[in-house]
């Protein structure tokens, strides 16, 4: 395999909402994250995604852009913008930038001008339908809830949002929208930014048939696709990973990418395979260079988002293993738990109900992750083990997806008690992930001054009193120094970079393990992934035989001394993670 830049790199996600506020408006902004440069580089941060930064109404935080050459005035200006370009190069850290293509926002100017006249050309930008019998074209439900099509009010006519009512679908199948996205990347690009972070980009492809029609319009014959307890069928099935795909990623990277140099892109991929993601990032295939896939995460979940199951060890290995072992020979994986829509892992999977389980269980996860084959991305104050929100009522929830989530199903569809719905929210609701990054214990967690004028946006959580920047810094047992070990391990071990990933004892109930190898050079990584003690498995066992010297252990969630009698006892305290050069 061909070495790229990236594949020794760790990523770090900044949510610019939530990340620092420098004006006292409650709104995190890009002064901010330029005043914390020092603070990723210090970590080891090498590569920057940003979050949505353009001209946006928020209706789902930035998601729904209104305009692609602006930055949002709650963040800043072009010229701050250009700063932070400026002094990332600085520091040698690369920049990608999310970039927001299945729809924009229905306030964008496209949208506007569609609205305004129906049948012209605008229209031909987004999906515009006749209705049926004075009902929507088809009954799609929306990943937000509710119907995928909204009523263009004084007409029969309908647009598709496969997100929220303002966030319609843009029409790829439509040559002159591509032509016009193409150029706004390229725009971005000659500013001097990396590459993209690219929003559901494997949606933009919908199954359309030779006239155009959807799955389910007057004609267009297609497979039934089930009705949902909410009483719509999910678009899920023909636009998740649409027939002309491949197309539009190759054509994108012809039109924009080809000629240039040193940038990376990684697309946001639900519903696709592992096997699909060796295809579309195989450089010979010339599309994306990572996808985020998401089958790892969805454990937790059965038929609906807010039907909530138990973590069990074993689904996440037979899902990471399957991610791991389908780009061995061409593509990369990304590496990744957390991010702006998904809780926090600590307390997601691990044990957040006191101080000592929270820290050993959120560096089991990282040590889990970081010692995969992949580029890891680290999402803000995940370094710091900072748990979900735990939230009790709707009203402290700022999420339009747990909002409408919560209207649909207990209000109307009735499928689900508010109970357990507030239950699943405060589980894997995608606030949990948005609220302040926890500066230091200061009254708004040093996220905005103590005395600004504007409470933050969402509730920043008390725990910052003790989960915070300032007092994990200088602490060499903190999460926050565990993650710069996993950083500098990673930069500094090509085995850990780049080296070959093999799954060992695939039964265990509770410990999952796995090699690195390049070479004579072998790696041994072994977590507990349970709150109990657990059996060294077997298979691990045998691997142990000669036994295991403090020397060997590169790195443990305790520490080497621990974790070389626990070893050698054949038995894991909970949350032992332990790396073992062998
Ligand atoms: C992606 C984003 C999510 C957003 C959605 C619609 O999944 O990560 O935050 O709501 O796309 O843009
Ligand atoms: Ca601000």
Not at 42 to 68: M, T
Not at 77 to 105: P, Q, W, Y
Not at 321 to 335: H, P, T, Y
Not at 497 to 516: C, I, K, M, P
Request: proline share 4%.
């Amino acid at each position: 395999m061909k070495r790229k830049w990236w594949h020794d790199k760790v990523a770090y996600q900044i949510y610019p909402k939530s990340f620092l506020d420098t004006n006292g408006d409650g709104i995190g902004d890009l002064k901010g994250i330029i005043s914390k440069l020092d603070y990723l580089k210090e970590l080891g941060i090498d590569i920057i995604w940003l979050s949505p930064v353009y001209e946006s109404p928020f209706v789902d935080q930035g998601y729904d852009i209104s305009d692609y050459y602006k930055i949002a005035e709650q963040f800043g200006t072009m010229d701050d913008f250009d700063i932070l370009v400026a002094e990332m190069k600085k520091r040698g850290m690369h920049l990608i930038m999310d970039l927001v293509v299945n729809h924009c926002s229905d306030k964008h100017e496209w949208f506007q001008k569609a609205l305004a006249d129906p049948d012209g050309p605008y229209a031909g930008y987004f999906y515009f339908r006749e209705g049926k019998d004075g009902k929507a074209p088809s009954n799609y439900r929306s990943y937000f809830g509710g119907s995928a099509w909204t009523k263009v009010p004084g007409t029969n006519k309908y647009y598709l949002h496969t997100f929220a009512k303002e966030q319609p679908d843009l029409n790829w199948e439509n040559p002159v929208v591509r032509k016009k996205i193409y150029e706004m990347i390229n725009w971005w690009l000659d500013k001097g930014i990396d590459g993209f972070r690219m929003d559901v980009i494997t949606q933009v492809s919908k199954t359309v048939d030779k006239n155009g029609k959807l799955p389910g319009e007057d004609g267009c014959e297609i497979e039934d696709y089930p009705v949902g307890e909410e009483g719509y069928s999910s678009p899920f099935p023909w636009c998740s990973d649409g027939p002309r795909i491949d197309e539009f990623l190759a054509e994108m990277r012809r039109e924009v990418f080809e000629g240039r140099e040193g940038y990376m892109n990684v697309g946001e991929a639900p519903g696709i395979t592992p096997a699909r993601n060796e295809h579309v990032t195989d450089p010979k295939n010339g599309e994306l260079d990572m996808l985020f896939l998401f089958d790892h995460v969805g454990i937790d979940q059965e038929g609906s988002k807010w039907n909530t199951v138990p973590f069990e060890v074993k689904n996440l290995r037979a899902r990471l293993a399957d991610q791991q072992e389908a780009v061995k020979n061409a593509g990369w994986a990304s590496l990744f738990f957390c991010n702006h829509d998904q809780p926090r892992v600590v307390s997601r999977w691990g044990n957040d109900t006191d101080r000592e389980s929270r820290e050993l269980s959120a560096k089991a996860f990282g040590m889990l992750l970081h010692m995969h084959r992949g580029t890891p991305y680290i999402y803000e104050g995940e370094e710091l083990g900072m748990t979900n929100a735990h939230f009790t009522t709707l009203e402290q929830y700022r999420d339009l997806e747990s909002i409408n989530g919560y209207r649909q199903r207990v209000e109307e569809a009735k499928c689900q008690s508010a109970e357990s719905m507030m239950a699943a929210l405060a589980l894997i609701g995608r606030d949990n992930a948005r609220t302040p990054m926890q500066w230091d214990a200061s009254r708004y967690a040093g996220f905005t001054a103590p005395d600004a004028a504007t409470e933050p946006w969402i509730g920043v959580n008390p725990n910052h009193v003790e989960i915070n920047a300032a007092e994990e810094f200088d602490d060499p047992g903190s999460v926050y120094s565990f993650y710069k070990k996993l950083i500098a391990m990673r930069h500094n071990n090509a085995t850990i970079a780049t080296g070959e990933w093999n799954l060992v004892a695939a039964d265990s109930e509770q410990v999952y393990s796995f090699t690195r190898t390049s070479g004579d050079d072998t790696i041994l990584v072994i977590v507990n992934l349970t709150d109990r003690t657990a059996q060294v498995p077997a298979e691990v066992a045998q691997l142990l035989e000669d036994g295991v010297g403090e020397s060997q252990v590169l790195l443990s969630t305790y520490d080497a001394a621990h974790s070389v009698k626990s070893v050698a006892r054949g038995e894991l305290a909970r949350w032992e993670g332990v790396v073992i050069q062998l």
